[in-house]
């Protein structure tokens, strides 16, 4: 009963570093997206990808990669942190095609802070 | 594009009291709306949906209504109760976005016993 699964829940870089987020799913969804959380303004939308080997940029991409060699797995990569990279990540997971009622299954989060 | 306002916090109201969140919409097509709720330390879970005009979503005695003519989509609860202390989140996709939410900015509600 996994779901949506992030890792690490917290961290701190140092400005230049380099990190993974993991993000893994168990239920099997085409669809997965990466938002980051900061405080008042809502979630805005990373990077998206609608199945295995296909991801395309959102609102605020700059900064990040990501991959999808997997049906399961969607990590995001900060090649060199900055402090404008504080925040709080989140990652969620949909299925596709006609059962897909429009609702995100969100992992617990990732709180990253830069120094 | 797409843009979601909701009404901003902080809320605070007392136990068993009548809450209204406000919520409107900006898009270009006919869009599915949501509420997600954000207990602390936890990720989004969803609360309600509607999918067309005049739809009404209801969950755990939470109400909101589609309303096109107002492009609105306000949540509301006849009384609440300490463990709805949370933030809410009003969002919307549309077909053929694959299914990317846009959000609005939360809104933290608390409530007193």
């Known amino acids: 009963n996994a779901g949506v699964t992030q890792t690490p829940k917290f961290r701190i870089l140092k400005i230049g570093q380099s990190m993974t987020l993991q993000c893994t799913q168990d239920?099997?969804?085409?669809?997965m997206y990466w938002y980051r959380q900061d405080p008042g303004m809502g979630l805005k939308l990373i990077y998206y990808?609608?199945?295995?080997?296909?991801?395309d940029k959102g609102e605020v991409p700059n900064g990040y990669n990501v991959s999808r060699s997997t049906t399961e797995d969607f990590p995001l990569r900060l090649e060199l942190a900055a402090p404008s990279q504080t925040s709080v990540y989140f990652c969620?997971?949909?299925?596709?095609?006609?059962?897909?009622?429009?609702?995100?299954?969100f992992g617990e989060g990732s709180r990253l802070t830069v120094l | 594009g797409n843009s979601v306002t909701q009404m901003e916090g902080p809320v605070t109201l007392s136990e068993e009291a009548f809450l209204t969140i406000n919520c409107t919409y900006t898009?270009?097509?006919?869009?599915?709306l949501f509420w997600y709720v954000q207990y602390p330390g936890e990720g989004l879970q969803l609360l309600l949906k509607?999918?067309?005009?005049?739809d009404k979503g209801s969950n755990k005695g939470f109400e909101a209504t589609y309303r096109k003519e107002t492009t609105s989509f306000h949540l509301e609860k006849g009384s609440v109760q300490v463990s709805d202390s949370a933030v809410y989140f009003c969002?919307?996709?549309?077909?053929?976005?694959?299914?990317?939410?846009?959000f609005g900015s939360g809104t933290q509600l608390t409530v007193l016993p």
């Open positions: 969620a997971s949909s299925n596709s095609g006609t059962t897909n009622t429009g609702e995100l299954f």
């Open positions: 239920m099997n969804h085409n669809y």
């Open positions: 990808s609608v199945g295995a080997g296909i991801t």
């Open positions: 898009a270009t097509g006919y869009p599915s």
């Open positions: 509607a999918t067309k005009a005049d």
């Open positions: 969002a919307l996709s549309e077909a053929g976005s694959a299914r990317q939410l846009t």
